[in-house]
């Protein structure tokens, strides 16, 4: 199993990015699909989850500025970040849940600075 982390970068405050994430390989029917961040020095930290039902959930510090979506049939989950400040900045990973299983993508990093 394979999952391919893209659209990260640097951008000013303010900014928005778009970030992708696309499962590959061979895997049981993903129920959920996430993004967690790592700032440095921190725990890794839950960002916002997409459950096969269609529910989200946001981490405080997210709401009303990023948001999930998915493409099941592409296996694919986005992040869209708007407004961002600088204490976004992190690696970000995203996470798919598949019967008993999650896997972890490879990070992206995402730096929000003047």
């Known amino acids: 199993v394979q999952l391919q982390a893209s659209g990260g970068g640097l951008v000013q405050p303010g900014g928005s990015l778009r970030l992708s994430c696309a499962a590959s390989?061979?895997?049981?029917?993903?129920?959920?699909m996430g993004w967690y961040r790592q700032a440095p020095g921190k725990e890794r930290d839950l960002v916002a989850i997409?459950?096969?039902?269609?529910?989200?959930t946001y981490a405080d510090s997210v709401k009303g500025r990023f948001t999930i979506s998915r493409d099941t049939a592409k296996n694919t989950v986005y992040l869209q970040m708007n407004s961002l400040k600088p204490e976004d900045t992190a690696v970000y990973y995203c996470?798919?849940?598949?019967?008993?299983?999650?896997?972890w993508g490879q990070g992206t990093q995402v730096t929000v600075s003047s």
């Open positions: 996470k798919i849940w598949a019967a008993k299983d999650a896997y």
């Open positions: 390989g061979s895997f049981s029917s993903i129920h959920a």
């Open positions: 997409s459950n096969s039902g269609g529910g989200t």
